[in-house]
């Protein structure tokens, strides 16, 4: 079993395939950061090594990100190729949506088990503004054919800015009760663009809860599994909500993650700039034990908490390079 040094179990990897993305969404990347280089992203063939290897020390889920995932040829053979391995236990995708509805079926073929798809608004007009595309409705689509598809839960992520989209909340509830999904808002991050962020406009789980609340009964799921996400079922159907708090609190108590950047970086905790290239080993003829001992190494130096909100700022690469 892989544990870090504080005893934490991590058994969660997050890999980002690519930092390509079809969107530009403004709290997510600054517009003039050039993409990496397509010799310095990893292959299939390294992901599924390092799976295998992450595998054997105990991890259990693999989420796959980007960027945009569906930006990458060829990830239904990537999901089969980790599923084949019998050890992965869940295998997850994060996109935007975008072209997602094409392609669930092979994907969940293949051996995709659940789906997270970004919208952060449920106007068009608003969704074009953020994301910069006019693609409200092939999304939409998307997560009714995800339903269709037998992945389960389909879980929206929102990210949830004062003054831009909060007046959506209790929308959003709406829309996770008629649609038996999930909608997890998540407090907004000092990542993206430096003319979007200030502290003020950050709306606090706290803050946004006491929304909900005023239309709906909450109740504390009790499957909510091990996730960041405080999540609650609602009066009246399926349909889930959850408040992730990354700036409101410290959610790292229960952190059981590491992630691989798509240039090859396993990064032990997204709020900190500390990465170790596990890419040059995999290119440069280590064998899977040493490969094995430095994911070892990296995961003991996983910081017991997040560094505080000036530090992040200024560290941070894009999200599309570290992967959301």
């Not at 990537?78 to 994060?94: A, F, Q, R, V, Y």
């Not at 005023?214 to 499957?223: E, F, T, V």
């Amino acid at each position: 079993m892989l544990r870090d040094k504080f005893n934490r179990v991590i058994n969660y990897l997050r890999v980002s395939i690519t930092d390509r993305c079809n969107l530009r969404c403004r709290y997510c990347t600054e517009t003039l950061v050039p993409f990496i280089p397509h010799g310095e992203i990893l292959r299939y063939e390294e992901i599924v090594r390092f799976v295998r290897i992450a595998a054997s020390l105990g991890v259990r889920k693999v989420r796959l990100t980007g960027g945009e995932p569906l930006q990458r040829k060829g990830l239904p053979f990537l999901i089969k190729e980790i599923d084949s391995m019998g050890l992965i236990e869940d295998i997850s995708l994060t996109t935007n949506g975008v072209d997602l509805a094409d392609a669930v079926e092979e994907l969940a073929a293949a051996g995709l088990r659940r789906v997270n798809i970004s919208l952060d608004s449920l106007k068009a007009e608003r969704f074009a503004h953020i994301t910069g595309v006019d693609a409200f409705d092939r999304v939409v689509r998307s997560i009714e054919k995800a339903s269709a598809a037998g992945l389960d839960p389909v879980k929206i992520n929102t990210v949830i800015i004062k003054g831009f989209n909060d007046d959506e909340a209790l929308d959003f509830a709406d829309f996770a009760r008629e649609r038996s999904v999930q909608v997890r808002f998540i407090e907004f991050m000092p990542f993206g663009q430096e003319s979007l962020w200030d502290r003020s406009r950050i709306l606090s789980s706290a803050e946004l809860e006491g929304l909900i609340r005023r239309a709906y009964d909450l109740h504390p799921c009790d499957d909510a599994g091990m996730g960041p996400a405080r999540m609650f079922n609602l009066d009246g159907g399926a349909g889930k909500v959850g408040f992730i708090s990354p700036m409101s609190s410290h959610i790292c108590r229960a952190c059981n993650r590491i992630r691989l950047t798509s240039d090859g970086k396993i990064r032990p905790c997204l709020f900190s700039n500390v990465e170790y290239d596990v890419k040059a080993l995999l290119r440069g003829g280590a064998g899977d034990a040493e490969v094995a001992d430095f994911v070892i190494g990296a995961v003991k130096a996983k910081p017991e908490r997040k560094v505080e909100e000036g530090a992040i700022r200024k560290c941070q690469r894009s999200m599309r390079h570290i992967g959301g």
